[in-house]
């Protein structure tokens, strides 16, 4: 039974390739369109073009996706958005079915692919990593981000999780933000992306139910420890990610 999933696995992988492929054509075409707007209207076309992007492709590669806990988002305010971080599904999960316009902090790497460069760059706040100069724009960008009224969505673990723990351990920049922005943060916790597009497997897809759970928004101040708020918030999406 192994072998003929790794045979599946390996074709569905195609087809879904195939199919984003395809279908970015003309996602490609709109998100060079929506560069004459202005934001934040340029970002809130960006989450709905993506959206209606994932849904079709969703669809023909055999995905669904069930959201809990969207009525924990307030209209007219704007959250920092936490998230587990298991695959390469993630993005694509995130960023177009967080409840309104947001960001996500994203390698710069992944900017320079051609056309997909392009729609990366559009939903994104880009970092260079190794470089000191471009992770302190980054924060502010994110600032800026907060300050238009959109959501920021961050990955506190930085990288997928390809360890056998819930979680990895978080970095500090998205409750340093949350801090010194007193913007309120809503836990997001993945489940099943990682059965879709496993980390440690070579071009391999599997069609799964994945789901994205939004727990009540957590509330900062900014004159709270970053730490303390960064340890509470580690502790309740473990315990969360564990019970469920």
Request: hydrophobic share 45%; charged share 20%; net charge positive.
């Amino acid at each position: 039974m192994s072998l003929i999933k790794e045979i599946l696995g390996r074709l569905f992988a195609l087809w879904a390739m195939l199919i984003f492929l395809i279908t970015m054509l003309p996602v490609a075409l709109l998100m060079w369109l929506i560069g004459l707007m202005k934001e934040p209207k340029r970002t809130a076309a960006f989450r709905n073009i993506s959206k209606a992007w994932m849904k079709i492709f969703f669809l023909l590669v055999g995905c669904r996706l069930k959201i809990i806990g969207r009525q924990n988002f307030i209209k007219g305010t704007n959250y920092i958005v936490i998230s587990n971080h298991n695959s390469f599904m993630d993005v694509p999960v995130t960023t177009p079915f967080i409840p309104g316009a947001n960001k996500t902090i994203a390698k710069i790497e992944m900017s320079r692919l051609p056309l997909f460069g392009l729609i990366y760059k559009r939903g994104s706040v880009l970092v260079d990593r190794k470089d000191k100069d471009s992770r302190r724009d980054s924060f502010k960008k994110m600032k800026e981000v907060l300050s238009m009224g959109m959501h920021m969505c961050i990955y506190p673990e930085g990288t997928r999780n390809k360890t056998d723990k819930p979680m990895k351990e978080f970095h500090n920049g998205a409750f340093r933000l949350a801090v010194e922005t007193a913007k309120p943060v809503i836990p997001a916790l993945l489940f099943n992306t990682k059965k879709a597009l496993p980390p440690g497997k070579i071009f391999f897809f599997w069609p799964v139910t994945m789901e994205m759970h939004f727990l009540p928004a957590v509330t900062v101040s900014s004159t709270d420890d970053y730490e303390v708020v960064k340890q509470r918030l580690y502790n309740l999406m473990s315990s969360y990610y564990i019970k469920h």
